[in-house]
C-alpha cells in the first residue's frame, strides 16, 4: 500500500471513530471537532514520517507486494463522567486502558468499582467476551455506589446499559485517547 493511502486511511479511520464515540456521548459532531480531529491526525502523521518512511523503504525492501499490514486504534485512556438523577455531575474519571484501576473514588462518597473489562469487546451466544487483551474495543461493567443506593451499568462504545429503568446513575464516555498499533 502506498504511504499516502496509508495516511488517507487511517486519518478517515481516525474520523469515523471519533464520530461514533461523539454520537455515543449523546454529543453532535461539530466542524470544530472534525477540524480537530483532522489536525490531530495530520500532527501525529507529521511526528511519524520518519517511522513511516522507515517502514516503507524497509517493506518495498523486503516485499513490494505486503499489503496484508494493516493499522488500528489501540485507545489509551478514557474519562467518564458520572451523572446523578439526569442533571447533578458527580464527577469524572480516567482509565487507563492497559493498567486499570479497580476504584475510582468521586465527590460525595460516590465510588465507582470496574467489576469487569473487556479491552476487545464482543459478545459472544449473547455474553460479553474480549477477543484479545488490546484496548481495541473496550467495555466496562461498573458498580457505582454512595452510602444509600448501588446500581450496576454496561458501558461500551455506543453502548449504555442499565439493568431497570429507575437508576439514578448514568456513566457516559466524554473523552479518550489511541495510539496506532499493527493489527495482527
Same mark, same amino acid.
Do not use: R, W
Given at each position: 500500500m502506498k504511504p499516502l493511502t496509508y495516511k488517507l /486511511?487511517?486519518?478517515?479511520?481516525?474520523?469515523?471513530i471519533s464520530l461514533v464515540l461523539l454520537s455515543s456521548?449523546?454529543?453532535?459532531?461539530?466542524?470544530?471537532?472534525?477540524?480537530?480531529d483532522k489536525n490531530s491526525t495530520a500532527t501525529e502523521e507529521?511526528?511519524?514520517?520518519?517511522?513511516?518512511?522507515?517502514e516503507s523503504d524497509h517493506d518495498n525492501e523486503t516485499e513490494d507486494n505486503d499489503e496484508s499490514v494493516e493499522s488500528i486504534p489501540e485507545f489509551e485512556?478514557?474519562?467518564?463522567?458520572?451523572?446523578k438523577n439526569e442533571e447533578d455531575n458527580v464527577g469524572t474519571f480516567e482509565v487507563q486502558l492497559r493498567k486499570p484501576n479497580e476504584e475510582y473514588i468521586l465527590e460525595d462518597g460516590v465510588v465507582?468499582?470496574?467489576?469487569?473489562?473487556?479491552?476487545?469487546?464482543?459478545?459472544d451466544d449473547g455474553e460479553p467476551e474480549s477477543e484479545s487483551n488490546y484496548p481495541f474495543n473496550p467495555a466496562f461493567v461498573f458498580k457505582i455506589h454512595d452510602q444509600?443506593?448501588?446500581? !450496576? !451499568?454496561? /458501558?461500551?462504545i455506543g453502548k449504555n446499559v442499565k439493568p431497570n429503568e429507575d437508576a439514578i446513575y448514568d456513566i457516559q464516555i466524554v473523552d479518550y485517547?489511541?495510539?496506532e498499533r499493527k493489527k495482527f
Open positions: /486511511i487511517v486519518g478517515t479511520s481516525i474520523l469515523c456521548c449523546g454529543k453532535e459532531a461539530t466542524s470544530s471537532d472534525i477540524e480537530n507529521e511526528d511519524n514520517n520518519v517511522t513511516n518512511k522507515e485512556t478514557m474519562t467518564f463522567e458520572v451523572v465507582v468499582e470496574m467489576t469487569q473489562y473487556f479491552p476487545d469487546f464482543y459478545l444509600e443506593h448501588e446500581e !450496576i !451499568i454496561f /458501558i461500551a485517547t489511541y495510539k
